[in-house]
């Protein structure tokens, strides 16, 4: 099993910043595979970034440039950085485990963190 907790929602004005943190915990080795989703009111859960199973980072096409994950394996975090947010960046954001045993995984998510932006 594997815990999540976010942190760093908040309500902040267009253009300002914020820095989500994503803190696991339980049957974890690594931040790889760890990622955010989020999902904004009567839209569907949507990737925003991830550190792949791999190490490297991946971005959603239309996010790119003013998202960037980053993490701690020490700490076994994982940060989101999002600069020059939108009103359109309102959603609550997720942070996501992947962890695969052989050909399978099981997808971990946390209670998510809502992030609001107003104009």
Avoid: H
């Amino acid at each position: 099993q594997v815990q999540l907790v976010e942190s760093g929602g908040g309500l902040v004005q267009a253009g300002g910043s914020l820095k989500l943190s994503c803190t696991a915990s339980g049957n974890i080795f690594s931040i790889n595979g760890m990622g955010w989703y989020r999902q904004a009111p009567g839209k569907q859960r949507e990737l925003v970034a991830a550190i792949t199973s791999g190490g490297t980072t991946n971005y959603a096409d239309s996010l790119k440039g003013r998202f960037t994950i980053s993490g701690d394996n020490a700490k076994n975090t994982v940060y989101l950085q999002i600069n020059g947010l939108k009103p359109e960046d309102t959603a609550v954001y997720y942070c996501n485990k992947r962890s695969w045993y052989g050909s399978r995984f099981n997808d971990y998510w946390g209670q998510g963190t809502q992030v609001t932006v107003s104009s």
